[in-house]
């Protein structure tokens, strides 16, 4: 449910603005897209902007939660990425309260250079296990994060969700019109 990626996108401080939002197949994977597109080139990224990222990714799938009592397969692609993100805040990027200023990844080797070893890792079990628990908690955390947020707005949600039905596609500055229409509702009441 893209919409509700958006809406975690435009909600969240920090997040890359949504551009486009639409409910249109475009490949073989993609039932549709949200497309967030940075204001400025960066190279670096704080943990703050990592956990937001994590975070409008899973607003499709708790959108879909919040909406219809159950999840699908949609977002497939959006929790792998996901998890790859808070994978790096574990394990390259130190991002760890838990697990500390850690570099616990391996370099990445050509296929090619790939013999069939067997390498082991450069830490304990009880490490990886960490490791597993705190990329868990990460995006637990920030799934519950994206509901709550879907939640406290739910008639945006839903208001988003009848123009993206009726129109298939919504751009980002009509998502903002909407969205400011409907706070100046909500405060009005």
């Given at each position: 449910?893209?919409?509700g990626f ?9 997040s ?11 490949r ?8 967030q ?5 960066r ?13 409008s ?46 570099y616990?990844s ?7 250079l ?45 208001k ?7 129109k ?6 009509e ?15």
């Amino acid at each position: 449910m893209n919409r509700g990626f958006a809406r975690i996108g435009t909600d969240i401080k920090l997040s890359d603005p949504v551009q486009k939002i639409s409910i249109i197949p475009r490949r073989i994977a993609a039932l549709g897209y949200t497309m967030q597109v940075p204001t400025e080139n960066r190279f670096l990224m704080k943990r703050t902007e990592l956990l937001n990222k994590i975070a409008s990714l899973l607003g499709g799938r708790a959108a879909e939660e919040i909406i219809f009592g159950d999840i699908s397969t949609g977002a497939h692609n959006d929790l792998s990425r996901a998890t790859e993100i808070a994978k790096s805040m574990v394990k390259e990027y130190g991002m760890s309260n838990r697990l500390g200023q850690v570099y616990y990844s391996r370099e990445k080797r050509q296929r090619f250079l790939d013999l069939g070893i067997q390498e082991t890792a450069d830490y304990s079990n009880a490490t990886a296990e960490a490791i597993d628990e705190e990329i868990r908690a990460i995006v637990s955390g920030e799934y519950a994060r994206a509901v709550e947020i879907l939640k406290s707005k739910r008639s945006i949600l839903e208001k988003g969700t009848e123009l993206l039905l009726e129109k298939e596609k919504i751009e980002g500055s009509e998502l903002r019109d909407l969205l400011s229409r409907q706070s100046a509702v909500g405060s009005r009441q």
